[in-house]
């Protein structure tokens, strides 16, 4: 069996940053505690391969580990920081697509406790043209009327446009839950000092 440990102290020791001595003094560390947490569960009747398997994911994703020795030596990589940022705006790109995708449910059931017409209808002050009252109507020909049949396509075209978003914003979340456990990303490689000029710019 590979020593999944030390294929996971090997990807630490791929982005660890700073003097050497600190570098080594981080991974022994590391190593201690890994094979300490391995050694307790194995004495629970867990087999070696998954014991360390278990220590290494209570311990974290590789590349956040090498981020937060960085940080505390004060070594921000242009590559790291970098990742760090598209990371934490694929994380807040896919929330905010997700909530989208939500809010096709909320409306949904407001309309059901109220009506289309409340929810999705036209403003009164609309003055649909001829084409776009022929075009409504041939959709939905049970329609009483132009505002009605108006009413019921953007009913149809708004909930599917907010689930196919939210869909997005699932799919990217995936995605970037994949990729950090593959340690090709981390989320703590960004300078503390940035995070109020990040947040305050998005803001």
Same mark, same amino acid.
């Given at each position: 069996?590979?020593?999944?440990?030390?294929?996971y102290l090997?990807l630490?020791?791929?982005d660890?940053? @700073?003097?050497a001595m600190q570098?080594?003094h &981080?991974?022994?560390?590391?190593?201690d505690?890994?094979?300490?947490?391995?050694?307790?569960?194995?004495? #629970?009747?867990?087999?070696?391969?998954?014991? #360390?398997?278990m220590?290494?994911?209570q311990?974290?994703v590789?590349?956040?580990v090498?981020?937060?020795?960085?940080s505390?030596v004060g070594?921000?990589? +242009?590559g790291a920081?970098l990742?760090?940022? +598209?990371?934490?705006?694929?994380?807040? =790109?896919?929330? @905010?697509?997700m =909530?989208? @995708?939500?809010s096709?449910?909320?409306a949904?059931?407001?309309s059901i406790l &109220?009506?289309? #017409?409340?929810? +999705?209808?036209?403003?009164?002050s609309?003055?649909p043209t001829?084409s776009q009252?022929?075009?409504?109507?041939?959709?939905h020909p049970?329609?009483a009327?132009? #505002?009605q049949?108006g &009413?019921?396509e953007?009913?149809?075209?708004?909930?599917?446009?907010?689930?196919?978003v939210?869909l997005?914003g699932? +799919?990217?979340?995936?995605?970037?839950?994949?990729?950090?456990?593959?340690?090709?990303?981390?989320?703590n490689?960004?300078?503390p000092?940035?995070i109020?000029?990040?947040?305050?710019?998005?803001?």
């Amino acid at each position: 069996m590979n020593d999944l440990i030390d294929e996971y102290l090997e990807l630490i020791a791929r982005d660890l940053q @700073g003097p050497a001595m600190q570098a080594h003094h &981080t991974l022994l560390e590391t190593e201690d505690h890994l094979r300490s947490a391995a050694a307790d569960l194995m004495r #629970q009747g867990i087999s070696e391969e998954d014991a #360390q398997i278990m220590a290494i994911s209570q311990f974290g994703v590789a590349g956040d580990v090498a981020a937060g020795h960085n940080s505390e030596v004060g070594i921000f990589t +242009f590559g790291a920081t970098l990742r760090s940022l +598209f990371a934490a705006l694929l994380q807040l =790109v896919s929330l @905010g697509f997700m =909530v989208v @995708g939500a809010s096709a449910v909320i409306a949904y059931v407001a309309s059901i406790l &109220t009506s289309t #017409q409340t929810v +999705f209808g036209l403003p009164p002050s609309a003055l649909p043209t001829a084409s776009q009252c022929s075009y409504w109507l041939s959709i939905h020909p049970t329609a009483a009327n132009c #505002q009605q049949a108006g &009413t019921w396509e953007a009913a149809n075209d708004s909930i599917w446009l907010l689930v196919f978003v939210g869909l997005v914003g699932a +799919f990217l979340y995936v995605a970037l839950r994949r990729l950090r456990r593959s340690n090709r990303i981390s989320l703590n490689a960004i300078p503390p000092m940035l995070i109020p000029v990040i947040a305050g710019s998005i803001f």
